[in-house]
């Protein structure tokens, strides 16, 4: 069965330093996979995306790590920010499906307090 | 530039009532989905369409109709709404398929759902 496990479910850090959330997936035949950031009340909004090819990118304080072998990402924010508060979603794409079918984690809920 | 477009942002049903969740799109995306999110779950995909007058069912399509008319509109039926039905919906549109890699998916802002 599909599916994208993301760890942990919400994690409360102060503003200033780092953190890393992860994702484990089972999605095949694997085609990319993606970090969204949805902030509350909004819908989702792109921050990466990688191939198997890729093993790590980033996005200004955003860096995606992926193990296409163990079939894990993590997503690793730097110096975060009271606006890095947000939902982190990762979403894995297969190969196999007409539309390029996108499976979503549950998310980490991310809090930065001051 | 108003991207992914969904209207209304909230509705209260009551059981039994029909309606329609409108989504609009103005980047000429070809491929448009509809995706319910509820609590502590991931988003899950309810119908897609590849192109007008193109549409296919998702993971959850239960309950719901669709239609594509238009490449800008795909709206979301409710023919009889049921308060399993309270959730989030979200509308997403892409250029292709999403396993291009250059491929975007944009959503829209959601509709917050309540069944009563």
């Known amino acids: 069965k599909n599916q994208v496990e993301q760890s942990p479910q919400s994690l409360i850090i102060l503003e200033g330093k780092n953190c890393t959330l992860q994702?484990?997936?089972?999605?095949?035949?694997?085609?990319?996979l993606r970090w969204y950031k949805q902030d509350t009340g909004r819908g989702p909004v792109s921050l990466t995306i990688?191939?198997?090819?890729?093993n790590t990118k980033s996005n200004g304080r955003y860096t995606a790590t992926l193990d296409a072998d163990t079939k894990q990402s993590s997503l690793h924010i730097t110096a975060s920010q009271l606006s890095d508060s947000a939902s982190y979603i990762c979403?894995?794409?297969?190969?196999?499906?007409?539309?390029?079918?996108?499976?979503f984690g549950r998310g980490t809920q991310l809090t930065v307090w001051p | 530039n108003a991207g992914v477009t969904q209207t209304p942002k909230f509705q209260v049903l009551k059981t039994g009532q029909s309606m329609t969740l409108q989504c609009a799109q103005d980047?000429?995306?070809?491929?448009m989905s509809w995706y319910r999110q509820d609590p502590g779950m991931g988003l899950r995909l309810i119908h897609y369409s590849v192109g007008a007058g193109i549409t296919d069912q998702g993971e959850v399509p239960n309950g719901y109709n669709v239609s594509r008319s238009t490449t800008e509109d795909f709206p979301l039926r409710l023919l009889s709404a049921a308060p399993s039905q309270t959730s989030v919906y979200f509308c997403?549109?892409?250029?292709?398929?999403?396993?291009?890699?250059?491929?975007?998916?944009?959503f829209g802002q959601g509709t917050r759902l309540t069944v009563v």
């Open positions: 990688m191939t198997f090819s890729e």
């Open positions: 994702c484990n997936y089972t999605v095949s035949p694997f085609s990319n």
């Open positions: 979403v894995v794409a297969d190969r196999g499906s007409t539309l390029g079918r996108l499976y």
């Open positions: 980047m000429n995306h070809e491929y």
């Open positions: 997403a549109s892409s250029y292709g398929r999403t396993t291009r890699m250059n491929t975007e998916a944009f």
